[in-house]
T-cell receptor, first 116, second 113 residues
Framework: AQSVTQPDIHITVSEGASLELRCNYS??????LFWYVQSPGQGLQLLLK??????LVQGIKGFEAEFKRSQSSFNLRKPSVHWSDAAEYFC??????????????FGGGTRLMVKP | KAGVTQTPRYLIKTRGQQVTLSCSPI?????VSWYQQTPGQGLQFLFE???????NKGNFPGRFSGRQFSNSRSEMNVSTLELGDSALYLC????????????FGPGTRLTVL
């Protein structure tokens, strides 16, 4: 069965500092990989996704993620955090396609707090 | 394009009642998925509908059901509500089907008293 682990439940960084959120997955093959962000009381907004090709993926709001097959990881990074980045971040994996449909498996989430 | 819309946004029910939540996908999207989000269990997949057919189902009891209409709008129903059903229910839509990006609505916050 597929699974996603986000080892850090909470992370606090200072505004302007760099950020890395960790994500490890367990899957039988290379899955589709996603990062979503959720602000309080809101739905999920897609930051970026990896399907194939270049392992460094650029997303919105200055975020990027790197797929490392050997480590089964898909870590999210941002060089300089803004106060508005405070939110909860979810890593997710999806099936390769065919009849597997669109079932996403999510990690437990990492809550990011930003210090002024 | 308008995003995914969910109605109602907030709902309060009592144990034993039933509830129906509605989701309107992005125009042209044929796949609608439902997820339950709780503090204890996180985000869990309920089911997915594609072209009016249930394509996938998560590990939830039969009290949770859904359907999709010919215009791709979807409803989910929970019968005989339990306190543990209190959650944020999120709907997501996608266009091409398997593996495509899912766009989420704002959710329906269900509180069971």
């Amino acid at each position: 069965a597929q699974s996603v682990t986000q080892p850090d439940i909470h992370i606090t960084v200072s505004e302007g500092a760099s950020l890395e959120l960790r994500c490890n997955y367990s899957y039988g093959a290379t899955p589709y990989l996603f990062w979503y962000v959720q602000s309080p009381g809101q739905g999920l907004q897609l930051l970026l996704k990896y399907f194939s090709g270049d392992t460094l993926v650029q997303g919105i709001k200055g975020f990027e993620a790197e797929f490392k097959r050997s480590q089964s990881s898909f870590n999210l990074r941002k060089p300089s955090v803004h106060w508005s980045d405070a939110a909860e971040y979810f890593c997710a994996v999806g099936p390769l396609g065919g009849n597997a449909g669109n079932m996403l498996t999510f990690g437990g989430g990492t809550r990011l707090m930003v210090k002024p | 394009k308008a995003g995914v819309t969910q109605t109602p946004r907030y709902l309060i029910k009592t144990r034993g009642q039933q509830v129906t939540l509605s989701c309107s996908p992005i125009s042209g999207h044929r796949s609608v998925s439902w997820y339950q989000q709780t503090p204890g269990q996180g985000l869990q997949f309920l089911f997915e509908y594609f072209s009016e057919t249930q394509r996938n189902k998560g590990n939830f009891p039969g009290r949770f059901s859904g359907r999709q209409f010919s215009n791709s709008r979807s409803e989910m129903n929970v019968s005989t509500l339990e306190l543990g059903d209190s959650a944020l229910y999120l709907c997501a839509s996608s266009s091409l089907g398997a593996g495509d990006t899912q766009y989420f609505g704002p959710g329906t916050r269900l509180t069971v008293l």
